[in-house]
């Protein structure tokens, strides 16, 4: 039986990142909680995702002060994005839970940004760390200066992957900020798109 979120919870989730693991196999999916309403869960997921309708799940949701997890099984396919990733729905199933709070939640956020003085494109941001779309390619593990609505930072690139059929790619950031006022104004930020309170413009809708 497919349990309903209430309003306030499902609103709560959009744009956060969730974890799958399916029940036959233990495989894990990673992706993003598009929108939720009363019927179902709809998550963006990467493109040749090998899971299939009727698969059972392990669902987790990373919020900013606790998870959300519950059992979800596949219900459909519903749209293949221009990048080739993913919208599918699951429905819940068995009881919601909360539990403590296993990561760094991250939050969906589109906006500009600059990484060493280049204009980048703003695709998530966390407590510890950001993701990007960015022309440039830096070697992993090097040092750079961000620019973020105002904030200026200082960060570890973890990762930097291709985009396919795009000349972009997509940058990990681990930050590293020293200064208290700084580090301030960047959980202030991360809270408040935690909590919806940036420009709704600015959020990430698909």
Same mark, same amino acid.
């Given at each position: ?30 992706? @993003? ?23 059972? /799940?392990?669902?987790? #949701? $990373? ?5 959300? #997890?519950?059992?979800?099984? *596949? ?70 200066? +961000? @620019? ?10 973890? $990762?930097?992957?291709? *985009? ?10 681990? +930050? ?12 202030? /930020? ?17």
């Amino acid at each position: 039986m497919s349990h309903l979120f209430p309003t306030k919870l499902a609103q709560s989730l959009q744009g956060a990142r969730i974890t799958l693991q399916r029940t036959r196999d233990a495989q894990f999916v990673h992706g @993003w909680v598009r929108s939720v309403d009363q019927e179902q869960l709809l998550v963006r997921l990467p493109a040749r995702v090998a899971i299939h309708t009727g698969d059972q /799940f392990a669902a987790r #949701v $990373y919020r900013a002060g606790d998870d959300l #997890v519950f059992e979800a099984r *596949m219900s459909a396919v519903e749209q293949e994005e221009s990048d080739g990733s993913l919208i599918v729905g699951f429905r819940t199933e068995g009881q919601m839970a909360v539990a403590p709070h296993s990561g760094d939640a991250r939050f969906a956020r589109i906006g500009q940004a600059e990484m060493n003085r280049k204009a980048a494109t703003l695709c998530d941001v966390s407590h510890q760390g950001v993701a990007l779309l960015s022309s440039e390619r830096p070697n992993v593990g090097a040092r750079v200066s +961000l @620019w973020v609505e105002g904030i200026s930072l200082e960060a570890e690139v973890r $990762y930097a992957r291709p *985009m396919r059929g795009s000349d972009q790619f997509r940058v990990g950031l681990r +930050l590293d900020v020293t200064d208290r006022v700084t580090r301030a104004r960047w959980m202030e /930020f991360v809270r408040g798109e935690a909590e919806g309170d940036g420009p709704p413009s600015s959020r990430l809708a698909a």
